[in-house]
């Protein structure tokens, strides 16, 4: 599954190990993402991760908002 940051997903915080996403997008926990972002004039670069979290922040009127955790590979 592709996923665009500021798009699907926004970050929240990155580190060596992986990144904190917010959304409205539903994740799986296990499942293998792809994580993209434009970066100008080389276009987009991906990474893959492994979805550790994702659970439910807040629930509003246009649907739920999930918020988690996702290892990089």
Excluded: N
């Amino acid at each position: 599954m592709l996923v665009w940051l500021g798009l699907d997903v926004d970050l929240r915080s990155e580190s060596h190990d992986g990144v904190h996403l917010q959304g409205r997008t539903r994740l799986a926990p296990g499942h293998v993402i792809e994580i993209a972002r434009d970066d100008g004039a080389r276009g987009p670069v991906i990474r893959r991760a492994v979805v550790r979290t994702w659970q439910v922040k807040a629930l509003g009127s246009r649907g739920p908002i999930y918020h988690g955790f996702c290892a990089w590979q």
